[in-house]
């Protein structure tokens, strides 16, 4: 399936920003719809922002709504997480992933079991 990098992560301050990238490889990225979750210490995987496999759909966790923006470049094969106003409640280890091809309506966008390739994760933490 296709393989998945993340890179970006890093410690920020209250109010900073960071932008996380995601390099696909090794299969379709063009087809797929794809998601970044993220996982705090002790908490559950939950997802952060998804986005169609054109772009031109996305959807956000209410928690980051209106300070994260996804986005996608097909030709590059890369999808990016913008993070504005970052807090310390986003502190947490966050993962790309890609959506299985047959689950692609946004019915599925935040079904973790919806997704069948996962990147390593990088971690965000952002002090107070």
């Known amino acids: 399936q296709v393989q998945l990098v993340e890179s970006g992560g890093g410690l920020v301050q209250t109010g900073g920003s960071l932008r996380l990238s995601c390099a696909a490889s090794?299969?379709?990225?063009?087809?797929?719809?794809m998601g970044w979750f993220r996982q705090a210490p002790g908490k559950e995987r939950d997802v952060v922002a998804t986005i169609s496999s054109s772009g031109d759909s996305a959807y956000y966790a209410d928690s980051v709504k209106g300070r994260f923006t996804i986005s996608r470049d097909n030709a590059k094969n890369t999808v990016y997480l913008r993070m504005n106003a970052l807090k310390p409640e986003d502190t947490a280890v966050y993962y790309c992933?890609?959506?299985?091809?047959?689950?692609?309506?946004?019915?599925?966008?935040?079904?973790?079991?919806?997704?069948?390739?996962w990147g390593q994760g990088t971690q965000v933490t952002v002090s107070s």
């Open positions: 090794g299969g379709t990225f063009s087809s797929r719809a």
């Open positions: 992933a890609a959506r299985i091809t047959y689950y692609s309506s946004s019915y599925y966008a935040t079904d973790i079991n919806a997704y069948d390739s």
